[in-house]
């Protein structure tokens, strides 16, 4: 027996009638089901169609009216055209970008080292190679450490001012990027470079310091990105601190805390480390050897004291927000008198032995290997150098400064060669490499007449 459910099949196949004599559209299978739902879509769509102009230019136009607009987007089909268009863009974005990276990165040389471009010094000794006759640090004095030989207070107040999200974050910050080339477009007082410790790593050790293009920048984030896909952070981090300006001739942490405070960089205090931190975002400012109290060498010094010092205190602060220090440490080294342990800047051949020689061999380099090739440094120069007979030949010119103003003479000179292979082995230009006026000319090596 059959349950009566109150209602009929009437019409066609597809269609049920109540007893109200109300129709229901019914769909047997699953294909009925989407020839329905097309049906509906070409009707919705030819309905749509028929309320717009026939010319093409015409419908353009009336969707272009702000009331159309808004129903278009808000539509099915609008909906439907922009996922259309963010498809497109992604696949458009996808391969510019590879495009754009293989455009670029053609030019660019391989990473080998995080911070080997940058200059160094050369060391010169004697002929036995133990006796030190000269650090050579040219334009830049550096000297790059270990991890290990660097003060953790240096490395957390330099992550805490110079990019904090440094261990969290990739190669490049995104929002920074957008930021400063909105900053940029709209017409911002000064270009924004929205650099990462690994970007900046990159700029110093490419020679793009103070080059602001979006060239530039593109290249910039390709080595970085390939930077730290090859690096840890650790080993970018002694990289940058290897190879930051510090003002006067110092880049790298090392040379800084020699000269700043006669220490290594391991032995750097909270005060010390939070003062260099501050120095490379602008070293002609807030490097004390941009004035003329710690530089003899400076005459109208850039130097802002009371800039740095705000800016020490800004770091120290952001180190106790960033859970580096406690609120103690913090206000402990803020108390500190730190430009009061800062050390003068020491004149380029500070502790020479043997000057003119040195140079001549220096010369002799600069002949041979070109002058880029010099100024980069990391050599250690074994010379022909004898010392015992070098302060025999100093000596000697020495006594005989009272002969030679004794008859008027200006200067002397000498040079002693090992007549059996000819390498000099010992040589003093002049009667006092300091003098002002002329000492650094070498009167051994200049052709004058006698």
Do not use: C
Not at 232 to 246: E, H, R
């Amino acid at each position: 027996m059959s349950k009566n459910t109150g209602r009929k099949r009437g019409g066609s196949a597809n269609t049920v009638t109540t007893r109200s004599g109300k129709t229901i559209k019914v769909n047997r299978t699953i294909a009925d089901r989407k020839k329905a739902r097309k049906a509906e879509r070409n009707a919705a769509k030819a309905a749509y169609l028929a309320s717009l102009p026939k010319e093409r230019w015409k419908r353009w136009l009336f969707r272009l009216q702000p009331k159309h607009v808004f129903q278009y987007w808000f539509s099915r089909e609008g909906g439907i055209m922009v996922l259309k268009i963010i498809g497109a863009s992604v696949v458009v974005g996808f391969f510019l970008t590879i495009g754009l990276f293989a455009y670029f990165r053609k030019d660019l040389p391989q990473i080998k080292d995080l911070s080997g471009n940058l200059g160094g010094s050369i060391s010169y000794y004697d002929s036995t190679g133990k006796v030190l006759l000269f650090t050579d640090y040219n334009s830049v004095k550096r000297q790059p450490v270990s991890s290990n030989q660097i003060s953790p207070y240096m490395k957390d107040a330099t992550v805490a001012i110079e990019d904090k999200n440094f261990y969290k974050e990739g190669a490049f910050d995104v929002r920074s990027i957008f930021r400063a080339a909105f900053h940029d477009l709209t017409g911002g007082s000064s270009l924004q470079g929205a650099s990462t410790i690994t970007e900046q790593l990159v700029k110093l050790d490419e020679g793009w310091t103070g080059q602001q293009s979006i060239t530039v920048k593109v290249k910039e984030v390709i080595l970085a990105v390939e930077m730290d896909r090859q690096y840890s952070k650790n080993d970018i981090l002694t990289g940058y601190l290897n190879a930051a300006p510090y003002g006067g001739l110092d880049y790298g942490v090392q040379a800084a805390a020699e000269d700043y405070f006669q220490t290594n960089a391991a032995n750097l205090t909270l005060a010390q480390a939070s003062m260099l931190a501050a120095i490379p975002q602008a070293p002609s400012y807030y490097s004390p050897y941009a004035g003329p109290q710690y530089n003899s060498a400076v005459t109208d010094g850039t130097f802002s004291a009371s800039a740095l010092l705000a800016r020490q205190h800004y770091i120290l602060k952001q180190m106790q927000l960033q859970g580096y220090i406690n609120a103690t440490q913090e206000k402990t080294a803020e108390a500190v008198n730190v430009l009061s342990e800062v050390h003068p800047e020491q004149s380029l051949y500070q502790n020479i032995k043997a000057p003119y020689f040195v140079l001549a061999a220096k010369q002799q380099l600069i002949d041979k290997y070109g002058a880029n090739t010099v100024a980069h440094g990391g050599w250690k120069v074994t010379t022909t150098l004898n010392m015992q007979l070098q302060q025999d030949a100093e000596q000697d010119v020495a006594k005989n400064a009272a002969n030679v103003a004794a008859v008027n003479g200006d200067e002397e000179a000498v040079v002693a060669e090992n007549v059996n292979n000819g390498q000099v082995v010992a040589q003093v230009g002049g009667e006092n490499f300091n003098d002002p006026n002329y000492g650094q000319i070498d009167f051994s090596a200049t052709k004058i007449q006698p």
